[in-house]
């Protein structure tokens, strides 16, 4: 995500790998069906280690976290398979 400061110069909003290790965590200790290891490219959802109600829990959680609103058509298997295709997403808002 680029944000502009009112001198013009852009910067990140956030770092990308910090947001990424925050939600493997929060994925992990609280959406995970496992205990399996979770990494930034770990399919969570056609493995079943995040059910349809992990999902919601992860875009509350983004929402929370990040200050975006979700557009619930945006969650989709494109947008939210991964914890890599989710960074790329909200990279995006």
Known sequence: MTVQSADG???SAFDDAEFSTRLITFIASEVAMSDDEIVADTDLLLTGLVDSLGV???VDWIENDVGVTID????????FQTVAAMVAYVGTR
């Open 72 to 79: 619930p058509a945006d969650v989709v298997l494109e947008n």
């Open 56 to 58: 919601v829990m992860i």
């Open 9 to 11: 110069a852009k910067g």
